[in-house]
């Protein structure tokens, strides 16, 4: 079985600041894992995914993250945050052997102060 | 890019009635869709899997004679809350899976039971 860890519940910072949302995971067997962004009342848009190949993976509104091994993680960073950035994010993890079912962690909202 | 239209986006009902809410992909076959629950400021909770021509498997704990779940055609999923209770009161998602790690979100079903 797999799980994901999102470490920080709440992220603030400045416009225009750099930013890293944390995640880590725990799995016996090779993992492919996603960063999603949700914003209010609505579904989920996927930003990056890991599956193979480069351990960085670069997605869709500047942000990008690296896959880990050794270290069980999978961070998401973006270099200079928009007013629009915010949003609840959500790394998730499935695996080969988990009948493709996708586990979600707790998620982090990130709030842009301007 | 593939789509999955989830309607409907909110729904009132009262309490002890039974509610139907659709998942379809637009551009692309799902043999396999997932629902999710989200309770408010939480993350998404997997109810159950959906396969294309047979019965969906419940995650544990979940009622399958509350949450009753239809795939009857290669793009269209269907969830029933049977008897709905204001406990029942959540924001559900579904996401179908296009490819071995390809999921598409639906947009959310907010369910208010009074």
């Known amino acids: 079985a797999q799980s994901v860890t999102q470490l920080d519940s709440q992220v603030p910072v400045f416009e225009e600041a750099p930013v890293e949302l944390r995640c880590n995971y725990s799995s016996s067997v090779s993992v492919y894992l996603f960063w999603y962004v949700q914003y209010p009342n609505q579904g989920l848009q996927l930003l990056l995914k890991y599956l193979s190949g480069s351990t960085l993976v670069k997605g869709i509104n500047g942000f990008e993250a690296e896959f880990n091994k050794s270290q069980t993680s999978f961070h998401l960073r973006k270099p200079s945050v928009h007013i629009s950035d915010t949003a609840e994010y959500f790394c998730?993890?499935?695996?080969?052997?988990?009948?493709?079912?996708?586990?979600f962690g707790s998620g982090t909202r990130l709030s842009i102060r301007p | 890019g593939a789509v999955v239209s989830q309607h409907p986006s909110r729904v009132i009902c009262k309490s002890g009635t039974s509610v139907k809410i659709e998942c379809r992909s637009l551009d692309f076959q799902a043999t396999t869709m997932f629902w999710y629950r989200q309770f408010p400021k939480q993350s998404l909770m997997l109810m159950a899997t959906?396969?294309?021509?047979?019965?969906?498997?419940?995650e544990q704990g979940v009622e399958k004679d509350k949450f009753l779940i239809n795939h009857a055609s290669l793009t269209l999923s269907t969830l029933t809350v049977t008897s709905a209770h204001p406990e029942d009161s959540s924001f559900y998602i579904c996401?179908?899976?296009?490819?071995?790690?390809?999921?598409?979100f639906g947009s959310g079903t907010r369910l208010t039971v009074v």
């Open positions: 998730a993890v499935t695996s080969y052997s988990s009948a493709s079912k996708i586990i």
């Open positions: 959906s396969n294309e021509g047979s019965k969906a498997t419940y």
């Open positions: 996401s179908a899976q296009q490819g071995t790690y390809g999921y598409t």
